[in-house]
């Protein structure tokens, strides 16, 4: 046993925790009514691990004994489940795929270095066999970054960084921490919080991923607005490159040239192993709260996020879901009881007679933490322009229920599967004036997409993260394809994605603001960065790494590969 | 005539404004006590342009046609002149130079392309010639980056983007402005403020330096504590290659692989030509105030800026100079009249009762922008702090005057140099853990420096941007070289100027925080990102610009070009 906890093989999360609509009495007739599908009606689970057919490693003996040499026999895994774990993500794909037993290529073997120096001895004895090598964190990566190329005839190793855990350094007069790569989410906060500390990054995939996979695909954390993107939080950083460590100190700034930092970050795995990160950390804050707002209409609720971004108020979270979203939130609440079960009713009551078409609403949420004084006069300003946009304040309670389930949600696209239905999600980032027509035309390629398909499928979408400039929409979709072939599923599956990414970069918007480019995003990226853009990111890759050893395939459309 | 205005050939800004003591009755002593200098000594003023020795230009006929016809014959240029004008930046080793003569390695043309189009038909040009191209903005670089290497055998040609100078449009609606690179500061914020809009963006330099060499260099601006640095002022740009352009579109945030916009943040012309930059830009503040506040000592004044920094508060700038820097201040104050002129002998009686060591008192000032409400509430919360800390306010007055004289100080290096004395700057970013150290170790290993030339010198600091983990300290030096040969004069100057920038790396801080690398850093380049790092940055370099036709010689330490 290496000591290391994976997620279920087959989707997210830890065995044993599933998502159930049981305790949500009116998610079954929403679901019913938006894509046609029982949620009562039987599912199919997951196949037994067992039924799947997994290819043979290709490990030689050779590098099997320097590896094992390295990091010690027993974290040197080559069994089928470990290495099913490591070939996908939890992409929709990827999870269509493993319960389909798709695996044309698996990770040959996966390693489990205790620290930097194991680390320097697999990668270069991996290049040195020109083999290929896939870094793995917490393995929740949904833009295809961690699965070997279906054709690549090389040994693929899996480095998994699940042992490099620790928080090594808290340097209190600065508000930095020193801390290992591999270590995930819950993990590094419970480190931290223990002596007063914070990250306050807390991307939806928290629970398990890491915060080396953070740095590798440009995380970001819905408390972004304070605490910045993971772009921001890293300050300093180690790498390590065959025969070779970067080596970077943390900075405040600098002006010491194209930044390698910036190099790094959004890398993928293909300029190194990251195997340290300076990130800035906060004393956890003396009050942290988010309050739930609803606003009449979609474009009401953008431009009141923008009016605050604008404002002289600085709130940690600034979200607001259009009325798909907010629908779809309703229907997952629990029944309420007593009181609570009345003031819903009584204030759409009092919203209709206000004018609202309540099926316009939009749920938003607003996070703020400081001393008491700092959170009513943010409050105040907030509030100010709530009203002005003709939002109404719904209070903590919603907010506090928001906050506790927010790392739930990735369990409902397994749920989806088992009843045979496809959901996921694509973000993105563009600028304020752009947002009502990016918004209202990836909707359209999305519902035209179900269409051409002939299915009954489903779209809403939130904004995420605000900046001056302009803030991230998150889409989420969801259809019951028209056939039970994984294969076709997946080719129904991209019709939808393909729609939504092509809406993005038509609508001047990036083809993902914190998931990655991966193989899902690459077709698109000269599209965002332009052609000589991605010659230029390709010429950085090549020189770093002429064999193509490190995760080959990911970041760069096909034709810019060499 | 290109339209295109230049600062002095032999100094900063234009011709007709110097610097003077004569309305500065307490510089004179100050400056004889600090480094024995007689400012009523008559000076030598710099030579005659007709007096210097400018070798031939190397520009052949086939190229000079190629180029006349992509710009029109009155925008190359191959006068003297315009050539010296364009050898150098305004470095103090620039400054000795020049005057005495010295250019060894001189541009053999000056191009002032009209438009982007133009812009490609210079760089293919020559780079197809195998010339040399440097792009010039301001010239007022202080690292080294615009000078022809000295055994430079090609053609070199300076691209001045002078006439690249109008805001293209304004995104109301999002805050962004897309803007040509070679507009200098004053004239994109006159068409910027014209329109209610500003970047924010005011580094030392202002007056003379441009859009595009900001991004070039990676600069930051006083305000830069809620403005952001160039890096985060930039969203998108447009960038010319050898036969491509890369186009980024404005972005408030993207996961689209290593950042290639961070890249060109800093690359000080080795990646391109930048064109065009999209730039955050700000609706004019309703209020903007900068107070003046005094501290007991240096260090009660950096643990204020950091607890600050640390506040609900979000000042637009944080600036604390230390006592030496004070003194200096207090030296260059005009004779002051009536009640003014009895507050600064009162003040300080009453602070001397309180216990201060007046020689050892720091002053600070902090910058507040927005609603009325909002400066009152800033100013409560920086008030609380101060006082915390020690420290006392001196009001909004010498705030005022330090705002209006902001962009003054570079003229005083020429004035030193009339009279004999070599001044200059160095700064740098570091933890704040590191600061009160990084500060000591810095200020000694000048003095030692100075005691090893036996030289009288000064040395002042002030910290100047501020941020969640750490700051920017800037330091200024001066001494009386014991020479007047210019070769002399610069080598004394590099002993001082080695001792300052090793000593920064020493202590964990960067070679620059938005000074540049150029020729002048080079060699730190290593002990800042490490050797892994900076062979990435070289292998990034290679590879755009395998030729080394694009500014060869800055950025890259001389062993790691190719």
């Known amino acids: 046993m290496t000591g290391v906890q994976h997620q279920k093989w ?37 196949p037994a691990f067992e039924d799947l057919k997994v ?15 390295a990091v010690g026999d027993a974290y040197v895994g080559t069994d089928d489940m470990d290495r099913v774990v490591h070939t996908y993500g939890k992409g929709l794909v990827d999870l269509v795929r493993v319960r389909a037993s798709d695996l044309p290529r698996v990770p040959d073997a996966i ?34 970054s961690l699965t070997p190329p279906v054709d690549e005839k090389r040994v693929v190793v899996s480095l998994d960084l699940g042992r490099l855990n620790r928080v090594l350094e808290v340097d209190e007069a600065a508000g930095l ?68 460590v970067i080596a970077l100190r943390p900075l405040p700034s600098t002006s010491s040239g194209p930044s390698v930092r910036e190099m790094i970050l959004g890398s993928e795995g293909r300029l190194g192993v990251i195997t340290e990160v300076w990130v800035n950390v906060h004393r956890l804050p ?47 609440q629990k029944p309420s009881k007593g009181l609570a079960a009345k003031a819903g009713p009584i204030l759409f009551n009092v919203l209709e007679r206000r004018g609202w078409d309540l099926n316009a609403a939009c749920l938003s949420y607003i996070g703020y933490e400081g001393d008491d004084d700092h959170l009513k006069y943010e409050k105040s300003i907030v509030g100010k322009i709530v009203r002005k946009h003709g939002g109404i304040k719904l209070g903590k309670g919603p907010g506090a229920l928001y906050d506790q389930k927010k790392f739930d949600t990735p369990y409902i696209r397994d749920f989806l599967l088992d009843i045979g239905a496809l959901g996921d999600v694509s973000e993105t980032a563009a600028p304020w004036s752009k947002l009502m027509d990016l918004y209202a035309n990836t909707v359209r390629a999305a519902t035209d997409a179900f269409a051409e398909l002939g299915v009954m499928g489903f779209v809403m979408c939130h904004l995420s993260h605000s900046y001056h400039s302009g803030a991230c929409l998150y889409f989420t979709f969801a259809f019951p394809p028209s056939s039970d072939v994984a294969a076709e599923q997946i080719e129904q599956y991209w019709v939808v994605k393909r729609a939504i990414q092509q809406s993005f970069v038509d609508n001047d918007a990036t083809i993902s603001h914190h998931h990655g480019v991966g193989t899902d995003h690459a077709h698109w990226l000269e599209d965002d960065i332009s052609s000589a853009g991605t010659e230029v990111m390709a010429g950085l890759l ?6 193509r050893n490190l995760n080959p395939g990911t970041l760069l459309p096909a034709h810019r590969e060499w």
């Open 10 to 46: 087959w989707g997210w999360g830890v065995e044993g925790i599933t998502f159930t609509h049981e305790d949500k009495p009116k998610l079954a007739p929403f679901v019913m009514e938006k894509v046609g599908i029982d949620l009562n009606a039987p599912g199919t689970p997951p």
């Open 177 to 244: 921490a020193r801390v290992q790569a591999g270590v995930l989410g819950p993990d590094l906060e419970d480190q931290l919080n223990s002596r007063g500390w914070t990250t306050g990054h807390q991307p939806d995939s928290f629970r398990h991923s890491t915060l080396g996979g953070w740095v590798a695909t440009r995380s970001s954390g819905m408390q972004s607005d304070k605490y910045g993107d993971i772009s921001d939080i890293t300050r300093g950083m180690r790498v390590v490159l065959p025969g070779k």
């Open 111 to 144: 390693v489990y270095p205790a620290d930097e120096d194991q680390v320097r001895q697999v990668v270069d004895a991996v290049v040195a066999a020109d083999g290929v090598l896939i870094p793995f964190g917490g393995g929740s990566n949904i833009s295809g």
């Open 286 to 332: 003396k009050n942290r709260e988010i309050v739930a707002y609803l606003f009449p209409t979609w474009a009401a609720g953008l431009a009141a996020m923008h009016a605050i971004t604008e404002s002289d108020a600085s709130p940690t979270v600034t979200r607001v879901s259009d009325a798909n979203e907010t629908a779809f939130s309703l229907s997952m």
């Open 55 to 69: 290819p043979a490693s290709l490990l030689d003996g050779d590098l099997a004994s320097v590896l094992r040499a």
């Open 542 to 547: 090549r020189a770093v790494d002429p064999g």
